[in-house]
């Protein structure tokens, strides 16, 4: 979104370097490769399900996405599967396939039967897509577009303005100038103000784990998990031992499978860390504390992290910008009778309160707003 | 008031103006510099500019077309119980580097040691850290460290290793091998040497410490039959008189001196007591710069002194005098004094003369100073090494008699006189072997490499004193293939290589049954190690006996050597870099001096009488024995027709940093003095000083008074106070909660620095490296700045520590177009580095000049590459461990400043608010506060009428800088008291 604020050159940049504007899913091969009978090849149309099968079964693709989809999809994704069964030999993949033993995906692989060639095939495929890296997802165009729009609308504008001269009140391109330059302004200045920003933002993550499964069906203490929140300035992300703690028992979920839960035993066996990718993040130079805000200020989570215990998917609800900070430090109260630092620290205003000469202090009225509470 | 003055220069010239060296650079030319490559002068042309231009629009491009980068936050597998990401852990342990010691506790932030502070449970370094121990944080994350075992420079396995050393040492079994050590002090490395030798009776263990006090140690054999060096008691003195001893900068044990020494001079509401210091030297050393009264000697002329000293005194006694030529008035006058203070005065001499120390030891026994002030019943254990042993050693292995040296933790080739020849002898050397932790000049001598880990990846005991145990624990594990000395030692005896256990062993059978507190091992283990020390109580109050030694041969020795007229010259090691052990340390590099405040170099200090016979100024070259061409400087106070050099410098085989910095001083012996020829040569050379720029401008920026006037009037010295109230435009802001100060106790701070590099590991403060430095770019959020005072040849020396003055009425704050710099309600000054623009207003309009500007990218906090200064490699992933995760890097073209560590005042704020309570006053420190040996710095909260820093702030001697302006600032000073004979 933010090459908007850009000129020519990125114009340029995109349309001659980036591949994503091409529209082929499929893996790219070098020439010399290319033969119909290769495997690969084979095993991308039993997976598409273009090949003609016996019966009237889902294709494989169907149900595991081979790119990026922002609702949930509970079932591996192509890439996750072509990661985990990457050094496993044929006859595991079979077993998996054609007669599985957990039970959520002995429901859904119901009846399909595959020989030997055609596993081979799909491995291969699934090889090749470990390889070749997931499908990335398509940069949104429509802004550029509209914006190089209006830039050709204030050109032609201009030109007959000064030149052409075809159009015969002069108030009209005067106004497509304006109109057009002022949309454009407007363009830039939202994506500068989002710049660095990431509303919104909810990225696959290495496990699918959802936070409406354990926090609102199971019922789950966000602070089960999340330890650090009263005492350090870091929620913290729970460690794989964390989760043991319940899937050493519970081994297969209820929508996801094995498949899923297997990657925290897998993770720990391995003694390789899961890679979260980090949601909500503060730049640098700010300093924020949840031991301030949930244990000494008394706010609920979701505050700031709206509803997670509904989500599915982890998104970022709130911008994090400064102003969004500032705006509740305005507006938020203290307590004063619940921290006797308050009360000790800030007599006068306590005072105040106590006689009822004030309704509320705000985080504002005791430096709420300055600059070295966040900035150091 | 006196005329204060800063350096010769401005002593005698006249405050016109100075010829500018360096021509200034436009804008546009400094823009263009990033184009040189640093040594080539390079002339920026046309096409540099273009280049400049086309990559300007490259990066915008870029930068502005990037989506943001993907994060990843990755926890731990398997949480350790302890660690909270977040929150810091402190473990207890010990600093040892050769003869050093303090206990210490690591502070860490998910399992990186990020700073060291005092333990404050020691009664040895009483919850302070030199500048040393906090800087060693920083060479664990030293790249040029050893990364694996090596044999011939080839890199090998630690089995592979093993089995080589097991066979080379089976060959050398008919052959006398030396194992030379720094003193060890700590009983279980002892013990495993002993295991060592014994398992290889050839190998001969040797003790070498580069600042000896051999003369000591057999004084006291002599005179008590111990070879022991004493505890002294500063705090029990009323009269110190110090012969060449500088007991605050290097001598012995400086840690606990600092602290007994300065308990005795502080003055607090009611006690108006405080010890007389007398120093005679000949080099203007720390412990000189803060004495009452300084006597310029000759080195060659103590020894005499010494022994007048102890004819008057014997006079005083009544006793038969020794035959000596007639002491001056000064001495007669010291003795009467020293006599009146009997057993509460002490005499301590730093002389490598056996002789002399004799006669000090008889001083102190007819001054009845022992067991007062002087104790021999808890020796200090932290020098052991005898000169003699380390000489017969060199010329075993020049003559081959010795075939085998094992080397540890010490650099004889760098530091001892004979180097030289000791080189020659090692490469000949059928089998050499060291165990260091990073390449020097012995060991990359060496065959095998048995590289060792750094204090804070090791596990070790100390016995700094008699009784006095601390304990040494890991705080991360050991970054490279490396493995600790003990553990190396353990394994060539065939035996257990867990150090960890050998250490809980030993302290099993030794030490668990001296207590009774604790019934079972364990508990009683965890506890000590919890806190990091335990100690015997010891309550025999054993008499000391002066044994019968011909004290008339050593006061005939002492008083034969006449003077000489030749120029004398002393080897000293600097406050920072000591030995030259941590050359390779940026942060001990760019400490400037005490005195001198240069850094990045050392010099040959000479009197400025002599600079006048020899026409020379400061940074003309000289050479020296027609060997060492080096530059000069001008030293007040050096002895006339002496010179002194600092070692530590010159090394050649060191990391990026310490290499070819300054010179070499080999040849030149440490302990004693040499006689010396000098030449003035052509030339002049360029000193990075960081006191060139501040001058008192006649202003009273230091006060202070004579103890008898301070007894009169507690305002002595400090009447120039300005009787405006509220003078400013602006309206004085309020402090409705806290109202953060600071105050600086003047007699009390005798200028070490330690606070200096403190503040650098808590706060991130950037390395510029000495080009940047000359050219005043130095990032040092605190610095001291040293005055003298009175005559150039016997001057006066104050130091005060000044940093952000946190003025209420700033003007800073109002000279800045963007609001970057505001005030807070706590009274803070707040600096907020992502508002600024780097006009720079503030430091113009700045009357104490603290702010300082980022010409460059120091921390690689910029995207830009090119803007990049990083001449210590500090921003590799490596060295950037050491950063506090809690304060921000500051990228280039902003102003930064000291914060009064608000990120601790946050830190204690939350605390009190998570349990409810007040801030209790003392529970919040600042990083220098914290590290001060002396406690000369005091944070609390003025609003709180309650706290030490309101009481101090509200006594006579409490002033603030520069009060004249109405700057209002929350950190004050109290004036400087002298104890000097009215």
Redesign the interface.
Known sequence: M??L??FI??VF?LLTTSPSFCNNPAPQHKDTEHNFLESTKQGERIFKGLVLTKSNLKSCVSCHNLTYSDTLNWNPSAWDIAHSFADKKTSDFNSVINEPLAKVMSQVHDGYQYNEEELNHIKNYLLSLKTHGAEEQKPVVNNLILFLFLGLLITIALIDLFFTKKIKYKFIPILIFFAAFGYQIKMLSEDAMAL?R?ENYA?DQPIKFSHKVHATDNKIDCRYCH??VD????A???????CLNCHSIVREGRNSGKFEINKIHA??EN????????IH?L???V?F?H??HV??GKRECQECHGEVEQMHIVKQVEDLSMGWCLDCHDKTAVDFN?????S???K??HLKLVKEQTDSVRVTD??GR????C?? | MKKYWKSQQEKNESPEIKTVKHKPKGNLEQVLDIFEDGTVEAKSNRRDFLKLCGYSLAITTVLSSCENAVQKAIPYLNKPEEITPGIANYYASTYINGSDYASILVKTREGRPIKIEGNNLSPISNGACSARVQASVLSLYDSSRYQHPQIKQEKVSWDEFDKSVSDALEAQKGNQIALLTPTIFSPSTRKAIKLFTAKYPNIKWIQYDTQSASSILKAHKLCFGKEILPDYRFNKANLIVSFDADFLGTWINPAEYIKTYTDTRKLSGTSNKMSRHIQFESRMSLTGSNADERHTIKPSELNLLIAQLYNEILALKGLKKYNASESSQKIKELANDLFKQKSRSLVVSGSHDLNAQIIINAINYELENLDKTIRLDNPLQNHQAIDEDMDQLINDLVSGQVKGLICYHSNPVYNHHKGDQLKKAIEKLAFSLSIHEAPNETSSLMKFVAPDNHYLESWNDSEIKKNSFSLMQPAIHPLFDTRQFQASLLKWSDLETDYHKFIMKNWEETLFPTQTLYTSFKPYWEHTLQEGIFEIKNNSQAKSKFAQVDIQKAFDKLTQKPGTKNIELQVYETIALGNGTSANNPWLQEMPDPISKICWDNYLNISPKQAKEMELENGNMVKLNDKLELPVYILPGQAYNSVSIATGYGREICGKVGAEVGFNTSGFTQNGFSNVKLQKIEGQYDFAMTQTHHSMEGRAIVREANLDEYKKNPKAGNDHKHKYKNAGIYKEPEFPNHHWGLAIDLNACIGCGACTIACQAENNVPIVGKKEVIRAHEMSWIRIDRYFSGDENKPGVVFQPVMCQHCDNAPCENVCPVAATNHSSEGLNQMIYNRCIGTRYCGNNCPYKVRRFNWYDYTQADSIPNNLHDPAGLTSDLSRMVLNPDVTIRAKGVIEKCSMCVQRIQEGKLNAKLKGRKVKDGEIKTACQQTCPSGAILFGDLNDKSSELFKVTSSGRNYHLLEEIHTLPSVSYLTKIRNKKS
């Not at chain 1, 005492?231 to 870091?234: A, D, H, I, M, W």
């Not at chain 1, 003694?271 to 980090?278: A, C, Q, T």
């Open positions: 933010s090459k604020c850009l050159p990125i940049l660095g990431n990225p330890t650090g005492n350090s300035k870091s913290v992300i729970p460690s794989a031992n964390v993770a720990v003694n390789k860390p899961i890679e979260w990718v980090r993040k730049p640098d130079h300093f504390s031991a301030q244990n000494v619940y921290n006797n630092y308050y000790n620290t800030f006068e205003l005791i430096g300055e600059c070295a509470r900035h150091y």
